[in-house]
């Protein structure tokens, strides 16, 4: 691969206990000399954890300013490599703790595992993704079934429009929160400090990249792209740990590097649809570390039963980010919020423009946090729920095409082979759904399609039978 070409690397080091700084440094500058790559396309090194402390690998990755990343054996040894080694496995747990490391976030290998007296590297490409490709790409100028954006049908309500054309009157004075603050704060029984309203989620995202300054951040995937997309605009390095779909995407023990001192995760996870239990994600939290759950789709799972909102007692920092983007149908007014420790809140606010938040979104942040728009939100959940298992019923009858884990938002993501020209015939038939290829850990044949009405998954199913050409 030409330096021109790349965008980016991982080198995968295995070490003895006690191996020179200096030595790990040569035989990294060869095998990036071997792949004519210079030393500025290296983003991490990454090894087995139980030699994330060695100064001789530390000290290489200060000099190369990247973060130095220990994976768990038990990670490295899902991992396939092509140059095994039997006496390795059975010392550390993995096969080949260089090309492993290197392998494991879905990257291809570029130099295989090349040894010195005490050490092995291996260089693979950091994966390619368009992490600002969003699912309204597929629909825009097109006149087709929308499939591929996850906002409700039919939304915003009439009695929500209504509000909203009220506060038209209003614009010639200057947005003024203390109300919908208040509301959203009552809604999460939060006191008012711990809620920072933003311009969309996506601001907040935007917000604690530029506040935070994490030594090793870690982002979660498969997982809405922005987070990674405005921490690596900030210049912050940001190590992927990808989730399994043997897993079912979900989180397994060990998952997250201990050292990790900001994690961000979603729940329900858009693209995969899963609901990681509120328990499984509060034994992220820790002294030390900020934990960011994304719970922009929380709203579409009945009672909302696996949330950390209202959760202010956890060790370290926890941050849960909320919209009101998919519910309400409101992505062009642009709300969301932010539940936080009250001293990060104030950072975060302090890093905003004055008045980020317009008049009209700042009552839709009221009303939508209000009794009346809670009991319908709960209504749409449980019609929600009928409306996937109709989905997930009619997919099951197609033999080429596989549902990972158990879906429990307002999409469901499929894998099927040759999921991109399937995608492309489905555009022909006049329906659109979202490419996975874009998310981290995906590839193309994965698909994510949205849940509808019954009457339009039965016509989306009819045409997904055409492109396939299975029968009943």
Not at 98 to 126: C, H, I, N, W
Not at 179 to 189: D, F, S
Not at 259 to 266: E, P, S, Y
Request: glycine share 8%; proline share 7%; net charge negative.
């Amino acid at each position: 691969m030409s330096s021109e070409n790349a965008v980016g690397v991982v080198v995968g080091v295995g070490a003895s206990s006690g191996v020179a700084e200096q030595e790990v440094r040569e035989l990294i500058a060869a095998a990036l000399a071997e792949a004519e790559l210079p030393v500025g396309t290296v983003r991490l090194l990454a090894t087995v954890e139980a030699r994330a402390g060695e100064p001789g690998l530390l000290g290489a990755a200060r000099e190369l300013g990247v973060p130095l990343v220990g994976h768990p054996a038990a990670a490295l040894a899902a991992v396939p490599v092509p140059s095994p080694s039997g006496e390795v496995l059975d010392a550390v747990g993995t096969a080949s703790v260089a090309e492993a490391a290197a392998l494991l976030g879905g990257g291809e290998l570029l130099v295989g595992k090349r040894k010195s007296a005490r050490s092995t590297v291996a260089v693979a490409t950091l994966p390619s993704h368009d992490l600002r490709h969003h699912g309204d790409a597929e629909v825009r100028d097109a006149n087709l079934v929308d499939l591929a954006v996850n906002v409700r049908t039919g939304t915003p309500p009439q009695w929500l429009r209504s509000a909203l054309a009220d506060t038209l009157g209003e614009l010639a004075a200057y947005p003024e929160q203390t109300t919908a603050r208040a509301a959203v704060a009552a809604r999460h029984r939060r006191p008012v400090e711990e809620v920072l309203l933003t311009s969309g989620a996506a601001e907040a995202f935007v917000l604690l990249a530029r506040t935070l300054r994490p030594q090793h951040a870690v982002v979660v995937h498969p997982q809405f792209t922005e987070p990674e997309a405005a921490l690596r605009d900030a210049g912050i390095p940001v190590h992927r740990v990808l989730l399994r779909a043997a897993d079912g995407f979900r989180l397994t023990a060990g998952a997250v590097p201990e050292q990790a001192d900001l994690v961000v995760i979603g729940n329900p996870t858009n693209p995969t649809s899963v609901l990681h239990p509120a328990a499984v994600l509060a034994e992220l939290a820790r002294p030390g570390r900020t934990l960011v759950v994304d719970e922009a789709f929380m709203d579409t799972v009945p009672g909302e039963t696996e949330s950390l909102a209202s959760l202010s007692d956890l060790p370290g920092r926890v941050v849960v980010l909320r919209s009101l983007t998919k519910t309400w149908g409101l992505a062009g007014l642009r709300i969301g919020y932010v539940l936080g420790p009250a001293p990060l809140i104030a950072e975060l606010g302090a890093a905003q423009p004055l008045w980020p938040v317009s008049t009209p979104a700042l009552r839709a942040a009221e009303l939508c946090s209000g009794e009346r728009a809670l009991t319908e939100a709960e209504a749409a959940a449980a019609e929600l729920t009928a409306h996937r298992a109709h989905l997930l019923g009619a997919l099951a009858g197609f033999p080429s095409l596989r549902v990972h884990g158990e879906p429990a938002a307002s999409f469901v993501l499929i894998e099927l082979p040759q999921a991109d020209r399937v995608r492309d015939r489905l555009r022909a038939e006049g329906f659109a759904v979202r490419r996975g290829d874009t998310f981290p850990g995906l590839g193309p044949d994965w698909l994510r399609i949205a849940v509808r009405a019954p009457q339009t998954t039965d016509a989306f199913v009819a045409a997904l039978r055409r492109v396939l050409g299975d029968t009943p």
